[in-house]
């Protein structure tokens, strides 16, 4: 099955830093869904774009679905210490399509 | 509250065992899902279901099985036949809406299962 490739792989930031993560595929996605995983939980899901060049923001949170429905990027802007966790990208082609979901990004935040 | 439950949290196999994982819902979902996660990789499917009684075989569906005989509930059965066992396995669900072009899905997750061999 295919997965999105998803980078940075892991980062390490001090608090307050921005950070940015992106998330790319040779399909093109109708969807695309940024979650967040704590450790031992189940993903949650941040943010939902559904339009090719929507910029859409939640919190000091803002995600792009990029204009060739290839990509998206995900940025945190003044990172804090309840940011870390594991961030996945996933995209989604069509109704009744199976989400595909990124390799995810180890965020650690340095106090 | 709505929401997905997973049980149990944590679960040990031994060799030649059946295991089987319970997931339900109360958030009125059509849809629910079997996901996998190995550490540093990301959510490989198992299987899916769209509606009671029907379910579709994901990626990796070798060496598991389903049922969906309740529109709130998806259990997962881990055979003896899935030789590399040990993962932490999640379970979700989404309202299918929208048209065949335009229909968008989101999942919402349960909190895991962390399955090991003995």
């Known amino acids: 099955g295919q997965q999105l490739n998803q980078s940075p792989q892991s980062m390490f930031i001090q608090e307050g830093e921005d950070v940015s993560m992106n998330c790319t595929s040779s399909s093109i996605f109708n969807t695309w869904l940024w979650y967040k995983q704590d450790p031992g939980e189940g993903p949650v899901l941040l943010i939902a774009?559904?339009?090719?060049?929507e910029l859409t923001s939640n919190g000091r949170l803002t995600a792009q679905f990029g204009i060739t429905r290839k990509d998206s990027f995900l940025n945190i802007s003044a990172s804090i210490p309840s940011d870390v966790g594991i961030y996945f990208c996933a995209g989604q082609s069509g109704g009744y399509q199976k989400v595909t979901f990124g390799t995810g990004t180890k965020l650690q935040v340095i106090p | 509250d709505g929401g997905i439950t997973q049980s149990p949290k944590y679960l040990f196999r031994k060799e030649g065992q059946n295991v089987t994982l319970s997931c339900e819902q109360n958030l009125n979902h059509d849809a629910m899902y079997w996901y996998r996660q190995d550490p540093g990789q990301g959510l490989r499917l198992i299987y899916y279901s769209q509606i009671v009684n029907d379910f579709q075989k994901g990626d990796i569906a070798e060496g598991y099985s389903v049922s969906r005989e309740k529109k709130e509930s998806f259990p997962l059965t881990v055979t003896s036949a899935q030789k590399n066992p040990t993962a932490f396995y999640l379970c979700?669900?989404?309202?299918?809406?929208?048209?065949?072009?335009?229909?968008?899905?989101?999942?919402?997750f349960g909190s895991g299962t962390q399955l090991s061999v003995l």
């Open positions: 774009l559904y339009k090719a060049g």
């Open positions: 979700a669900s989404s309202i299918v809406s929208g048209t065949y072009l335009g229909a968008n899905e989101k999942l919402f």
